[in-house]
């Protein structure tokens, strides 16, 4: 169990009695806490297993839960043992014993925390670099990446890492494929079983781009690129929000995505990608870009209006006068 | 030794009676005048902003020029304290004229109910209008909270549309966080910080009344948010959707820059105070718990909030004149906004809670009748909780891409603030063993202030692990996770103090029958508002939607009906307090609590000028149980002997 130190209970040493029952209530409650949470609960705790970082998410927020579980039945049991046991009788007026500090209580309670405190930023630590910043976003140049190959074209049943970028604008999710011809889709199609690289950017105000089942989240910057990892466990639809206020619609900033197999997520690639060539589409998006100037956006994408396009953005890339309502 | 004494007469002065006869009530200067200004002011500044920005590019979505409603604010608050009299001193000075009698200083005011609506110089009538103005602020907040509740008592919008739900999130967000900053150090720290230390008077009264002044200003300025149609940002005020917003945007900006001035000049005021004023015998190991919250709170204040005032100037003159602070494109950056902002906002996060942790203090020693368990670790543990938390902000951009490999340091930092937190828990409940606790409203609210901050404690350990925190960041988890530290931390700990020092402040003591309803109605509804919001977010609802998942909504509805009654226990206060204060008036001038505290050796309400002489300060405020324990002070000390007979050695006179 992560946490074995006591409750700390002020002026144990001269009160054995309250401070050994304390001690063995909280010894059995504190232990069927976390046998409850580590057995019963984990399974079951957000955001699932449905991928890589979700997996580690579930398991950290586990493990937090379990760690956290015996302070909070140490500090309520000792309270609610106080109120209980040391209420003033009626009519009693007297003060009670004078108690200044315990130095070695002081000294225990320091320690505890202390080692908790630290287990947790050393368990953290490794859980964040360990598995490539385990969802969230990691900036334009990350320093803890995933094993995958970087590869200009992608295909199933290799170590090819998916480059998928993820353009939020208001308020809508975008997303382009670059080792699919730069193709983009309202839709985010992911393959199971391989390593995944989000880009997230924006093209005019601050997002963030939250897959919940995957558990990944990186804050959609204008102007930036921002990279996050991981590699999808599970086939099923997915919910992709945005968890940054972007303005007035950002409540209805959602869509929803899905987990295929590799051989159906590159049927399905290639197949836009192909209709998307024949309607023109990749001729007139932008060149695909991680970071993409707002100011210029407009004209770059002022022929996609004229195609009766399949573009998640409906062809109004960026323009404030034309705000995409859902 | 000498800091412990101070530069104070013992004897009061003998000028001579009030030689400057008052001027009728309508030509002295008071809230009318300073309505008249700010009237003027505005129209001024806003024919100024035409005259100068009118053919000025607009933000995208603002249909008024932002100058002129820059400059009207601006002057509108500049005409509200010059008719308040603000400047008066200042210009009678510059013209060489004396200044007016002392006797403003240390409250010798007439009695009547005017000095209320007056720029008053005494720490005690500030003490009182604070109150009165921070449960109105609190009450506005209140009620936006319960507009958002009835929104989001649907998954989809039904009520109110995208554009008033984000108003109205954003007018309540930043009326709590703006306003409530001063929630407890406004109405006991200006009324009590002076009476604690055995001062007359604080160190810069005109500091203090103007910092009070300026909270109705920055709530006005905040409220007509709502006339150009709120603000979509929420109390944050991202950057570049502030540059895209409405002209709301700039009353945002305006308003909590204003309040951020107000909360530096409370905090100088109070530092000052604080080291100088302090009476013989006043050492640093007997300031109270109280104090010592005050004094970190303070230090918070003026080193934190400059960096909001900078940055709201900031997104101001980007919105106005065309500056790009924060404007990637052109050079600037959002980012910047960001690092700012929480620069301010998490030692912001400490300005609410610490307060509280000073009241919870005081209260619970007097209530369990027994010394404050570890004296030295309380105090320290508020000053490890204050440096410290200049050095978490970027735990709220774990994901935004900042530095990314910079955060395992701002985990650990996060997670190290947990430890002078817990050393107020210790504090706590080394006083409550074998005590004798007393369950008195005050001590009532005390409890559920450790229950409330003890669960927003543990969920922020959730949120400090940055694997845990991409699954929370930004949902209804963090939303659980600060209402249960800020309104169940220090809203708790102000409803403890209103009842505690209510009797003390007034002569009247609340009903008592009412006051346990409302305890309890509180606690309860509290926590089932906000205990299934950890489970909302957990289940993918992000902040200040009004649309979420349908599976939710049950949850959600259970949430808004709790938030609801919660509604009404606040309700249920504010007619004990009304029926209280004016027509039951039932009165308490004794020391009800058989508090050892200096402010409750004196008379009900306390005298206008605190002390007669200068106290000499003989022992701790928490010597409970101690047989033979010294009083906390000898409030008539004889002259001549401070120093000699009574102070420690080295403790002289001034």
Known sequence: MATTETPAAPGAQREPNHAWRLFAVWFVLALAADLVIWFVWKPHLPPGDMSSSAQHQQFDIAVLAVTGAPVVVAVLLYFVYAIVVWRAKPGDDSDGEPIYGNTKVQATWIIGTSAIVLWLAVFGTIELVGPAGAGAGEGPSPIWTLAGKQTTSWAPGTNDMLQVQVIGQQWTWTYRYPQFGGMESSSLMLPVGMPVAFHVTSLDVIHSFWAYQLGVKADANPGVDNVAYTTPKATGGFTVRCSELCGIWHGAMFNYGQVLSPTAFQSWASGVQAKEQADGVLAALPAYTLTYDPTVIPQLGKNIPAIDGITGAAGYYYGPGNPVTP | ?654
């Open chain 2, 1 to 654: 030794m000498a800091i412990e004494t101070q530069p104070e007469r013992a004897e009061p002065t003998g000028r001579g009676p009030e030689v400057i006869a008052r001027r009728p009530w309508w030509l002295s200067p008071g809230v009318h005048t300073g309505l008249i200004g700010a009237v003027i002011g505005y129209f001024f500044g806003h024919w100024l902003g035409n005259f100068l920005g009118g053919d000025y590019a607009r933000s995208s979505l603002s249909d008024a020029n932002d100058v002129a409603i820059v400059l009207g604010y601006l002057f509108a608050v500049i005409g509200w304290v010059a008719g308040l009299g603000v400047f008066n001193d200042l210009f009678g000075l510059m013209l060489g004229r004396p200044l007016p009698e002392e006797g403003r200083l240390i409250g010798k005011e007439d009695p009547g109910l005017g000095k209320y609506f007056r720029y008053t110089l005494d720490h005690k009538v500030v003490g009182i209008q604070y109150l009165y103005g921070m449960i109105a602020y609190f009450l506005t907040g209140g009620l936006f909270a319960m507009a958002i509740r009835t929104e989001l008592l649907s998954p989809s919008y039904h009520l109110i549309g995208p554009e008033q739900y984000l108003m109205v999130v954003g007018e309540h967000g930043t009326m709590m966080m703006m306003m409530m900053s001063s929630v407890i150090l406004g109405p006991f720290g200006q009324y009590f910080g002076p009476l604690l230390i055995g001062s007359k008077r604080v160190a810069f009264p005109r500091l203090e009344a103007l910092g009070f002044w300026l909270t109705p200003a920055a709530y006005v300025i905040l409220l007509s948010a709502v006339l150009f149609g709120g603000f979509p940002t929420g109390w944050t005020g991202y950057e570049p959707l502030a540059l895209q917003a409405q002209s709301g945007e700039d009353a945002y900006f305006f308003a909590f820059g204003l309040m951020g001035i107000s909360m530096i000049l409370a905090g100088f005021n109070m530092i000052v105070t604080i080291i100088n004023y302090r009476a013989p015998g006043m050492r640093w190991s007997r300031l109270p718990m109280f104090v010592w919250s005050m004094f970190t709170v303070s230090f918070l204040q003026v080193l934190a909030v400059p960096v909001l005032v900078g940055a709201c100037y900031m997104g101001l003159v980007d919105r106005t004149f065309q500056t790009s602070f924060f404007t990637n494109q052109l050079g600037g950056s959002s980012f910047l906004y960001e690092d700012l902002f929480w620069f301010f906002g998490h030692p912001e996060v400490y300005i609410l809670a610490l307060p509280g942790f000073g009241v919870i203090s005081e209260v619970v020693s007097v209530f369990c009748r027994k010394p404050l368990f570890g004296y030295k670790i309380a105090a320290a543990g508020m000053l490890g909780v204050g440096i410290l938390s200049f050095f978490v902000w970027q735990h709220h951009l774990f994901d935004s891409g900042i530095n990314p490999d910079m955060r395992p340091l701002f985990m650990l930092t996060t997670e190290l603030i947990s430890i002078p937190t817990g050393f107020i828990y210790l504090v706590g409940m080394g006083t409550f063993w074998k005590a004798r606790i007393r369950f008195s409203i005050p001590m009532l609210f005390a409890l559920a202030f450790y229950f409330n901050f003890f669960i927003g404690g543990i969920s922020g350990v959730f949120l400090s692990d940055v694997p845990a925190d991409t699954t929370e960041h930004g949902s209804f988890f963090v939303m659980a996770h600060f209402h249960y530290t800020i309104m169940g931390g220090l809203i708790f700990a102000f409803f403890s103090g209103i009842y505690y020092w209510l009797p003390k402040m007034t002569g009247i003591k609340l009903n008592e029958t009412l006051g346990k309803i409302h305890f309890w109605t509180m606690f309860i509804f509290f926590n089932s508002t906000f205990l299934p919001l950890f489970a909302l977010g957990l289940m993918g609802m992000p902040r200040r939607v009004f649309e979420y998942a349908r599976n939710l909504e049950t949850l959600n509805d259970w949430v808004s009906i709790s938030a609801f009654l919660l509604g009404g226990s606040i309700l249920i206060f504010l007619i004990n307090f009304v029926m209280s204060m004016l027509f039951w008036r039932e009165p308490e001038v004794g020391n009800p609590w058989r508090s050892r505290s200096l402010e409750w050796q004196l008379s009900t309400p306390p005298p206008p000028e605190n002390f007669k002489r200068v106290p000499v300060i003989l022992a701790g405020p928490y010597d409970y149980g101690v047989k033979d324990a010294l009083p906390v002070a000898d409030l008539n000390p004889p002259p001549g002997v401070i120093g000699s007979a009574y102070a420690p050695a080295g403790a002289g006179e001034g």
